[in-house]
C-alpha cells in the first residue's frame, strides 16, 4: 500500500499560505489539562480549550470512537480555531477530516457519498509490514559504459558493506536510475526495499566524516551497518480509509488524490476494503486509528445528513466527530421544525456541548497582537489600542482583517509601522456588519430583493 505516494499528498496539504488559523499551533493546555492564558497561538477561552483537550485525552486513548462534540458560540469566538487546535494537537498520526456543511451540496457526488468519504477519510489504518531491507555503506557505485552510445539498457555494480561483510550487487536500469535520483556516493548509508526497490539515504558514514568540507552543515552523520546486509524490518504507517479506497477504485488510482477528484466510489469496492482491514486486524497487521471528522457550520445539512450521521456514528470503525455552529433555535433544513442549532434533538442527544463566549477586551489586543506577529505587519501601540476597540464594538474578525489592509495603507504612504491614522483610513474603507446594516436600513429601496424578511432562518445566538 502505496507509503510513499501517501506522505507525499500529506505534504502537499502542508504547504499553507498564512490563513485565518495559520497562527494556531495547538490548545494550549498543560499536562493537567489547565488552559494556559496564551500558548501556542491560542489566547483566553480556558473553559472550551480545556473541555476540547479532554476530548482529546479520551480519543488518544480509544475511549470515545463514535462519540460527537459540538462546538457552539456567536460568530467569531474560536470555534474554527479551537477544531484547528484539536487537530494540531492530534499530530501527524491521527487523521483529522475537516469540511463546511455546505460542502456536501454538490453535482459530482450524492450527499451520502460526500459524507462517508468525509468519514472515511477521518479513519485511519496502522499497517504493519515486514520488509526486507538492504542496508549498508556504499563502498563503490560502478556504472559500465554502454558499447554503443545510447544502448537501451545500463548495466552496473554496486558495492555495499556492514562492518562485517562486502557484497557486490548487479545493477539494472532502473535501480540505476534511482542512485542516481537519490545521489548516491560511496560513503553513503543507504536502505533498499527488496520488494520496491526503493532507496533511502539514510546519513554519510562517519568513516567520511572528514570530508565535511565538501558537503553541507546538514550533513547527517550515522554509523556503518553492523551484522548482515540483509535485514527484515517492521515498518508501520498509517493511511486513511478513503486513501485505500481511492488507490483501489477504478482507473485513475492514487493520482485522484492529488486532483481532489475522486467521484463516487462504487460500494463494492468499499465492501472489499472493509473486509480486507477486518481481515488484517485479526491476523494483527492492522490497527484502526479512530480520528476526527470535523464538519463547520453544520446547520447547514439537512434533515438527511442529519439521520445519515446518526447511523453512521454507530458504526464500528467510527471517528470522533466534531461539529460547529453559531445558530440559536432555528429551522432544521429539509423540515419546518425548529430545534436547538438547527439540529434534531435525536442527534443533539449524542452530542457532549462546548461553548464558547466572547472575548474581553484585553484577550481581543492579545489575538491581534499575535496576528500582526503572524502577517508580519509592524504596528505602533496606538494603532493596537484604536483597533482592539474597533474589534470589541464590531467583531474580532473584522478587526484582524484590517490588519492587512491598514498593512497595505502603511505601505503605500512609505510608512514603517501601522498607524492610527492607517487604522482609520481602512475604517473608512471597509464598513463593519453594524455600519453596512445601518446603511442598508436607510437604502434599502435601492438594493434588489428588498423586502425585510421575518427573520427565522438564521438567527445567532444572542
Ligand atoms: N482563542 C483564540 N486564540 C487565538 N486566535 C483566535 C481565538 N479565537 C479566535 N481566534 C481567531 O479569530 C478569528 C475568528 O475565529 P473563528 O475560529 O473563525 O470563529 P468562529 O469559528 O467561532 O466563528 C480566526 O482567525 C481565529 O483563528
Ligand atoms: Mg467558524
Not at 199 to 213: C, E, P, Q, V
Not at 288 to 308: A, K, T
Request: overall charge negative.
Amino acid at each position: 500500500m502505496a507509503e510513499l505516494k501517501v506522505t507525499q499528498s500529506k505534504d502537499l496539504t502542508r504547504v499553507e499560505r498564512v490563513g485565518a488559523h495559520s497562527h494556531i499551533r495547538g490548545l494550549g493546555l498543560d499536562d493537567t489539562f489547565e488552559a494556559r492564558n496564551v500558548s501556542q497561538g491560542m489566547v483566553g477561552q480556558k473553559a472550551a480549550r480545556r473541555a476540547a483537550g479532554i476530548i482529546l485525552q479520551l480519543i488518544r486513548e480509544g475511549k470515545i470512537a463514535g462519540r460527537a462534540v459540538l462546538l457552539a458560540g456567536q460568530p467569531g469566538t474560536g470555534k474554527t480555531a479551537i477544531a484547528m487546535g484539536m487537530a494540531k494537537a492530534l499530530g501527524e498520526e491521527t487523521p483529522f477530516a475537516m469540511m463546511a456543511g455546505s460542502e456536501i451540496f454538490s453535482l459530482e457526488m450524492s450527499k451520502t457519498e460526500a459524507l462517508t468519504q468525509a468519514f472515511r477519510k477521518a479513519i485511519g489504518v496502522r499497517i504493519k509490514e515486514e520488509t526486507e531491507l538492504i542496508e549498508g555503506e556504499v563502498v563503490e557505485v560502478q556504472i559500465d559504459r554502454p558499447a554503443v552510445a545510447g544502448a537501451a539498457s545500463k548495466t552496473g555494480k554496486l558495492t555495499l558493506k556492514t562492518t562485517e561483510m562486502e557484497t557486490v550487487y548487479d545493477l539494472g536500469a532502473k535501480m540505476i536510475e534511482s542512485l542516481g535520483k537519490e545521489k548516491v556516493q560511496s560513503g553513503d548509508v543507504i536502505a533498499i526495499d527488496k520488494a520496491s526497490g526503493k532507496i533511502t539515504k539514510l546519513g554519510r558514514s562517519f568513516a567520511r566524516s572528514r570530508d565535511y568540507d565538501a558537503m553541507g552543515p546538514q550533513t547527517k552523520f550515522v554509523q556503518c551497518p553492523d551484522g548482515e546486509l540483509q535485514k527484515r524490518k517492521e515498518v508501520v504507517h498509517v493511511v486513511t480509509l478513503h486513501e485505500i479506497d481511492v488507490i483501489n477504485s477504478r482507473k485513475q488510482g492514487f493520482l485522484a488524490l492529488f486532483a481532489g477528484d475522486t467521484g463516487e466510489i462504487r460500494c463494492e469496492v468499499r465492501e472489499q476494503i472493509d473486509s480486507k482491514v477486518a481481515e488484517w486486524r485479526e491476523e494483527g497487521k492492522a490497527d484502526i486509528v479512530p480520528g476526527v471528522l470535523f464538519i463547520d457550520e453544520v446547520h447547514m445539512l439537512d434533515i438527511e445528513c442529519f439521520s445519515f450521521l446518526n447511523r453512521a456514528l454507530e458504526n464500528e470503525m467510527a471517528p470522533i466527530l466534531v461539529v460547529a455552529t453559531n445558530r440559536g433555535i432555528t429551522r432544521i433544513r429539509g423540515t419546518n421544525y425548529k430545534s436547538p442549532h438547527g439540529i434534531p434533538i435525536d442527534l443533539l442527544d449524542r452530542l457532549l456541548i462546548i461553548s464558547t463566549t466572547p472575548y474581553s477586551e484585553e484577550e481581543i489586543r492579545k489575538i491581534l497582537d499575535i496576528r500582526c506577529e503572524e502577517e508580519d505587519v509592524e504596528m505602533s501601540e496606538d494603532a493596537r489600542d484604536l483597533l482592539t476597540k474597533i474589534g470589541h464594538e464590531t467583531s474580532l474578525r473584522y478587526a484582524i482583517c484590517l490588519i492587512t489592509a491598514a498593512a497595505l495603507a502603511c505601505a503605500k504612504r512609505k510608512g514603517k509601522e501601522v498607524e492610527i491614522e492607517d487604522i482609520s483610513r481602512v475604517y473608512s474603507l471597509f464598513i463593519d456588519v453594524k455600519r453596512s446594516t445601518q446603511f442598508l436600513m436607510e437604502y434599502q429601496e435601492q438594493f434588489m430583493f428588498n423586502e425585510v424578511q421575518e427573520d427565522d432562518e438564521a438567527k445567532a445566538i444572542g
